[in-house]
């Protein structure tokens, strides 16, 4: 049976997929050198493809990684000297503030409940913290930090350098990206692509940083450090053989989204959230985790069951719809929804149809 997969990532993927890989393999893309000039021309297409839809100033930075977790450990090891500061809400930003710890950098963090938001204005970032990470949308409870509220912090504190996990984010959220410093993806949440490219976005000051770091004998970490990531970047070339097809194909998805109109696919995005929300807040056994609306997510809506998830999602696959089940110490007590452009209106009313029945 046919089956769609509205799964928080990986999650289904954009039906030209297919088509653009095989375009790809016809073309031998699976085995031209990463030094040649035709994977300079597929990179260059890439980088701006992505800068237009997302708003991305010219003279940032594109770096082409392996995955969003590989992104985490490149920022603390390229941006922190002794000590980065942590918004901690949920499993992702927890792996986030783990990783500064493994890596001897004495993470701080402002703590609080999963499933609940901040209140910014009483939050103290300290002086010693030299990087604020944000997971913006936070995958495993469904709650997503207002942009604005993240650009009034960054007023309080200029001159930290603010790092956002936009997993789960992009390309729904628009950042201003002249008010933060840093912002990392993997392709297999909002781009609708198969796993294997992580894609990391950052400005001159965070090179500055690096180098800083790099002149006064810091570990910045070996292949994949900042500075050889930009000098291979401004050759439009990647430090090792990267994933080749995947960077072309996203070229080819944010030049399709670029054209069909990011604005609408944001409205509708929004349109279908607000559909499921006010659906299950009506529902008597499935319903939304996050209470206060403010800090709802529109991307990855995370429900609490009154009974086995098992089973529901059982019933849901048997009708070939595939959802995620909840993140850590919520599975087999939640379940959650990606919504994301590869998503459609029709989708959601065949979704929010079967969840009548249970
Ligand atoms: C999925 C996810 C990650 C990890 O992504 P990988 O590509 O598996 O490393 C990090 N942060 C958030 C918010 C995520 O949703």
């Given at each position: 049976?046919?089956?769609?997969?509205?799964?928080?990532?990986?999650t289904?993927?954009?039906?030209?997929?297919?088509?653009?890989?095989?375009?790809?393999?016809?073309?031998?893309l699976?085995?031209?050198s990463?030094?040649?000039?035709?994977?300079?021309?597929?990179?260059?297409?890439?980088?701006?493809s992505?800068?237009?839809?997302?708003?991305?100033?010219?003279?940032f930075?594109?770096?082409?990684?392996?995955?969003a977790?590989?992104c985490?450990e490149?920022?603390?090891e390229?941006?922190?000297?002794?000590?980065?500061?942590?918004?901690?809400?949920?499993?992702?930003?927890?792996?986030?503030?783990?990783?500064?710890?493994q890596?001897?950098?004495?993470?701080?963090?402002?703590?609080?409940?999963?499933?609940?938001?901040?209140?910014?204005?009483?939050?103290?970032?300290?002086?010693?913290?030299?990087?604020v990470?944000?997971?913006?949308?936070?995958t495993?409870?469904?709650?997503a930090?207002?942009?604005?509220?993240?650009?009034?912090l960054k007023?309080?504190?200029?001159?930290?350098?603010?790092?956002i996990?936009?997993?789960?984010?992009?390309?729904?959220?628009?950042?201003k990206?002249?008010l933060?410093?840093?912002?990392?993806?993997?392709?297999?949440?909002?781009?609708?692509?198969?796993?294997?490219?992580?894609?990391?976005?950052v400005?001159?000051?965070?090179?500055?940083?690096?180098?800083?770091?790099?002149?006064?004998?810091?570990n910045?970490?070996?292949?994949?450090?900042?500075l050889?990531?930009?000098?291979?970047?401004?050759?439009?070339?990647?430090?090792?053989?990267?994933n080749?097809?995947?960077?072309?194909?996203?070229?080819?998805?944010?030049?399709?989204?670029?054209?069909?109109?990011?604005?609408?696919?944001?409205?509708e995005?929004?349109?279908?959230?607000?559909?499921?929300?006010?659906?299950?807040?009506?529902?008597n056994?499935v319903?939304?985790?996050?209470k206060?609306?403010?800090?709802r997510?529109?991307t990855?809506?995370?429900?609490?069951?009154?009974?086995?998830?098992?089973?529901?999602?059982?019933?849901?696959?048997?009708?070939?719809?595939?959802?995620?089940?909840?993140?850590?110490?919520?599975?087999?007590?939640?379940?959650?929804?990606?919504?994301?452009?590869?998503?459609?209106?029709?989708?959601?009313?065949?979704?929010?149809?079967?969840?009548?029945?249970?």
């Open positions: 049976m046919d089956r769609i997969f509205f799964t928080v990532g990986p289904e993927v954009f039906p030209e997929v297919g088509n653009l890989y095989n375009e790809a393999f016809e073309n031998k699976f085995s031209i990463h030094r040649s000039k035709e994977f300079e021309r597929i990179f260059q297409f890439t980088v701006s992505l800068k237009e839809l997302l708003g991305i100033p010219e003279d930075y594109i770096f082409f990684i392996s995955s977790t590989e985490m490149r920022v603390i390229n941006l922190v000297e002794k000590e980065s500061f942590h918004f901690v809400n949920g499993y992702f930003a927890k792996r986030f503030y783990n990783i500064s710890a890596l001897k950098k004495n993470p701080k963090s402002a703590e609080t409940a999963f499933g609940t938001g901040y209140d910014f204005g009483n939050v103290f970032v300290p002086d010693s913290s030299e990087i990470c944000i997971t913006q949308n936070e495993s409870t469904g709650v930090i207002p942009t604005d509220m993240i650009y009034t007023n309080r504190y200029p001159d930290k350098l603010f790092v996990d936009a997993v789960t984010s992009v390309p729904y959220t628009k950042f990206f002249d933060i410093d840093a912002a990392f993806f993997s392709v297999q949440k909002g781009f609708g692509m198969p796993p294997g490219l992580g894609v990391l976005i400005n001159r000051k965070c090179i500055a940083k690096a180098q800083s770091l790099a002149d006064r004998g810091f910045t970490g070996s292949y994949n450090n900042f050889k990531l930009a000098l291979n970047a401004d050759k439009s070339q990647t430090t090792i053989t990267p080749i097809p995947a960077i072309y194909v996203l070229g080819k998805i944010c030049d399709r989204l670029c054209r069909t109109g990011i604005e609408t696919i944001r409205e995005i929004k349109k279908r959230a607000n559909l499921a929300y006010n659906f299950f807040d009506k529902h056994s319903r939304p985790f996050v206060e609306k403010t800090w997510s529109d990855t809506i995370v429900l609490d069951v009154d009974g086995d998830t098992e089973k529901i999602m059982y019933k849901l696959a048997y009708n070939g719809l595939i959802v995620s089940e909840g993140y850590g110490e919520f599975k087999g007590r939640q379940i959650r929804i990606g919504n994301f452009p590869v998503h459609s209106a029709q989708d959601y009313l065949n979704l929010i149809y079967n969840f009548r029945k249970i």
